[in-house]
């Protein structure tokens, strides 16, 4: 699976731009600033319907306009998708595939898989549980359209009770009909996400370990911990049993929208310790291993997305990483580097094939 | 647009206003009550004045009726223990037209969702409990759209009767009439899996 032809309409720094890229590999060179991450975000916008690194679409606007247009021809098993996504922010926001809009987004996540590998992954260690999370409900609702679904009901649910909650004691009263009304609908989507998320880290681990081991040359064991309140206690004990404490706080206190992965090595957690280097090779492990369960899940090789990573990443990482990818024979690979002929003499001793792109102010030069 | 006359204009800005009604049709539709006769345009004025000054809800139900109590709860015919419990006044109009229905209703005035603001209290449903005790009523038919804002609503109607010796039940959800498997959505077609029912030949 690889993305064609890309077109830009006032997304980001993007006044407009056409571009067709390599099946292979792709290199985007130029200075900070010039656009190089935005064109990996509108490629990962068409793919997840919204941009991995500013959460709102007003934000992807080019400055002083009112609406975006991303607009790329992939070419899956032979096939031609062409995905255009059209968005006026908080107004209207459409997405569709060969011509026919899709009704709902999340019917489109998981048709070209995607990851994206960002020298800002380090929050993932070292900022608050919701950025792993992300991680987890990145990778899973690319696999499964059915958690993407139970999750989008149990975020819905929930912020209908937190303002139920609120209501209750802005008034004073401890009526619970409503709120029991809200843990009921909860049950079924916090168990199958429970269970989900539970399933795929037995099957992320062994993979993980072995990627850890690769890239740290050490001999320390890695492991991805699965922390969530229901291994103790059922959704439906520990709604009933908070009820108190939730309305004093006006919020659900529990639940799955407060699980956490736990990073560890050598069974001790990372967050503590960790050098600069291991959370490097912790973090490109985590993401190779999101990489090859997409690409097992889905039966195609998702597009992988490596930001920046010539300057977060010592040499000897970077040739490893490269090694690892461009062994196997397929997949579309993108690279950005701000230097113009570093990445191009790393590349040379591979003998791929590549294009390379030089981005200067929102304009791409071939 | 420019307009040459203010009056004109203050028209369009009306009609504007209502739902589904641009500026283009507005124009439209101001310019034709202009080519009318006075009598004509005198008649949909009144109609909407009366319309809004002596139009009242049901002391029963809550539809909209020209009596205190509306023609549906007063028709002898109507079977007394059977409520439809519905969100609004169009779902009745909705559900009339089908010909199928021979109970009541209950028209609770929106939905539970207190993101917009929206609490029981806020919708008829006290009124239906008190309807549920001082009538015989055996069965509540929950006709209310099957969203996550639905479901809730349904859930709380029937934990507020539960002590009480009335039978709950929701319109069935499924495939359509006529309509063709390969077209319906998933999310359909998998719950009309799941909640496959016995088949019965007539």
């Given at each position: 699976?690889?993305?064609?032809?890309?077109?830009?309409?006032?997304?980001?720094?993007?006044?407009?731009?056409?571009?067709?890229?390599?099946?292979?590999?792709?290199?985007?060179?130029?200075?900070?600033?010039?656009?190089?991450?935005?064109?990996?975000?509108?490629?990962?916008?068409?793919?997840?319907?919204?941009?991995?690194?500013?959460?709102?679409?007003?934000?992807?606007?080019?400055?002083?306009?009112?609406?975006?247009?991303?607009?790329?021809?992939?070419?899956?098993?032979?096939?031609?998708?062409?995905?255009?996504?059209?968005?006026?922010?908080?107004?209207?926001?459409?997405?569709?595939?060969?011509?026919?809009?899709?009704?709902?987004?999340?019917?489109?996540?998981?048709?070209?898989?995607?990851?994206?590998?960002?020298?800002?992954?380090?929050?993932?260690?070292?900022?608050?549980?919701?950025?792993?999370?992300?991680?987890?409900?990145?990778?899973?609702?690319?696999?499964?359209?059915?958690?993407?679904e139970q999750l989008i009901i149990y975020n819905r649910v929930l912020k209908q009770r937190n303002a139920a909650l609120k209501q209750l004691?802005?008034?004073?009263s401890r009526d619970k009909t409503l709120v029991e009304s809200y843990n009921q609908q909860l049950l079924k989507p916090s168990a199958y996400i429970?269970?989900?998320?539970?399933?795929?880290?037995?099957?992320?681990?062994?993979?993980?370990?072995?990627?850890?081991?690769?890239?740290?040359?050490?001999?320390?064991?890695?492991?991805?911990?699965?922390?969530?309140?229901?291994?103790?206690?059922e959704m439906s004990v520990l709604l009933q049993e908070n009820f108190?404490?939730d309305y004093?706080?006006?919020r659900t206190?529990k639940g799955i929208h407060?699980?956490?992965?736990?990073?560890?090595?050598?069974?001790?957690?990372?967050?503590?310790?960790?050098?600069?280097?291991?959370?490097?090779?912790?973090?490109?492990?985590?993401?190779?291993?999101?990489?090859?369960?997409?690409?097992?899940?889905?039966?195609?090789?998702?597009?992988?997305?490596?930001?920046?990573?010539?300057?977060?990443?010592?040499?000897?990482?970077?040739?490893?990483?490269?090694?690892?990818?461009?062994?196997?024979?397929?997949?579309?690979?993108?690279?950005?580097?701000?230097?113009?002929?570093?990445?191009?003499?790393?590349?040379?001793?591979?003998?791929?094939?590549?294009?390379?792109?030089?981005?200067?102010?929102?304009?791409?030069?071939? | 647009?420019?307009?040459?006359?203010?009056?004109?204009?203050?028209?369009?800005?009306?009609?504007?206003?209502?739902?589904?009604?641009?500026?283009?049709?507005?124009?439209?539709?101001?310019?034709?009550?202009?080519?009318?006769?006075?009598?004509?345009?005198?008649?949909?004025?009144?109609?909407?004045?009366?319309?809004?000054?002596?139009?009242?809800?049901?002391?029963?139900?809550?539809?909209?009726?020209?009596?205190?109590?509306?023609?549906?709860?007063?028709?002898?015919?109507?079977?007394?223990?059977?409520i439809c419990v519905v969100e609004n006044?169009?779902d009745?109009?909705?559900?009339?037209?089908?010909?199928?229905?021979?109970?009541?209703y209950h028209i609770l005035g929106g939905i539970i969702s207190p993101i917009e603001g929206v609490g029981p209290s806020d919708l008829t449903i006290d009124s239906l409990l008190q309807r549920i005790q001082?009538?015989?009523v055996?069965e509540i038919i929950m006709a209310i759209s099957p969203t996550i804002e639905g479901d809730t609503t349904i859930f709380y109607i029937s934990k507020k009767i539960k002590n009480l010796p009335i039978k709950v039940s929701t319109l069935a959800r499924?495939?359509?009439?006529?309509?063709?498997?390969?077209?319906?959505?998933?999310l359909?077609?998998?719950r009309?899996?799941v909640t496959?029912?016995?088949?019965?030949?007539?």
């Amino acid at each position: 699976m690889y993305l064609q032809r890309l077109k830009l309409i006032q997304f980001k720094n993007y006044t407009e731009q056409e571009v067709e890229f390599s099946e292979r590999l792709n290199c985007l060179v130029g200075k900070n600033g010039m656009g190089k991450t935005n064109l990996l975000d509108a490629i990962y916008y068409l793919c997840m319907c919204k941009s991995y690194f500013s959460v709102q679409d007003r934000n992807a606007v080019q400055y002083g306009e009112s609406f975006f247009r991303v607009e790329g021809d992939f070419l899956k098993k032979e096939k031609k998708h062409r995905i255009v996504a059209k968005v006026i922010p908080q107004k209207r926001k459409i997405v569709s595939l060969n011509e026919k809009p899709y009704k709902r987004l999340s019917e489109h996540i998981g048709l070209l898989p995607i990851v994206l590998i960002a020298p800002d992954d380090t929050m993932l260690i070292r900022e608050g549980s919701e950025e792993r999370r992300r991680f987890l409900d990145q990778s899973l609702s690319q696999i499964n359209p059915t958690y993407l679904e139970q999750l989008i009901i149990y975020n819905r649910v929930l912020k209908q009770r937190n303002a139920a909650l609120k209501q209750l004691f802005a008034v004073g009263s401890r009526d619970k009909t409503l709120v029991e009304s809200y843990n009921q609908q909860l049950l079924k989507p916090s168990a199958y996400i429970f269970e989900t998320r539970r399933t795929f880290l037995e099957i992320f681990n062994p993979i993980f370990k072995k990627y850890y081991k690769e890239i740290s040359k050490g001999a320390e064991q890695a492991e991805c911990v699965y922390k969530s309140m229901l291994w103790e206690n059922e959704m439906s004990v520990l709604l009933q049993e908070n009820f108190e404490k939730d309305y004093y706080l006006q919020r659900t206190t529990k639940g799955i929208h407060r699980d956490d992965l736990v990073f560890t090595l050598n069974k001790k957690p990372l967050k503590r310790f960790a050098s600069q280097g291991q959370m490097k090779s912790y973090i490109l492990a985590l993401k190779l291993t999101q990489f090859e369960l997409l690409k097992k899940e889905k039966g195609v090789t998702p597009i992988l997305l490596l930001d920046d990573i010539f300057d977060k990443l010592d040499k000897y990482r970077v040739e490893h990483l490269l090694n690892l990818l461009l062994e196997k024979k397929d997949g579309q690979i993108f690279i950005t580097d701000t230097h113009e002929n570093r990445v191009e003499q790393i590349i040379q001793g591979f003998n791929t094939d590549y294009c390379k792109f030089v981005v200067v102010e929102g304009k791409i030069e071939l | 647009m420019e307009f040459s006359s203010k009056l004109l204009e203050k028209t369009i800005d009306v009609f504007a206003s209502l739902p589904g009604i641009g500026r283009k049709s507005a124009l439209r539709l101001a310019l034709h009550l202009l080519k009318i006769d006075t009598d004509s345009v005198q008649e949909f004025t009144t109609a909407i004045t009366n319309m809004k000054t002596h139009i009242r809800s049901c002391q029963r139900c809550h539809n909209i009726s020209d009596n205190p109590v509306c023609h549906i709860c007063e028709d002898a015919r109507r079977d007394k223990s059977l409520i439809c419990v519905v969100e609004n006044i169009k779902d009745v109009m909705a559900i009339e037209s089908t010909a199928q229905y021979k109970g009541l209703y209950h028209i609770l005035g929106g939905i539970i969702s207190p993101i917009e603001g929206v609490g029981p209290s806020d919708l008829t449903i006290d009124s239906l409990l008190q309807r549920i005790q001082e009538q015989e009523v055996k069965e509540i038919i929950m006709a209310i759209s099957p969203t996550i804002e639905g479901d809730t609503t349904i859930f709380y109607i029937s934990k507020k009767i539960k002590n009480l010796p009335i039978k709950v039940s929701t319109l069935a959800r499924g495939i359509s009439f006529g309509g063709e498997l390969q077209y319906a959505d998933e999310l359909t077609l998998g719950r009309s899996i799941v909640t496959r029912i016995p088949y019965k030949s007539e």
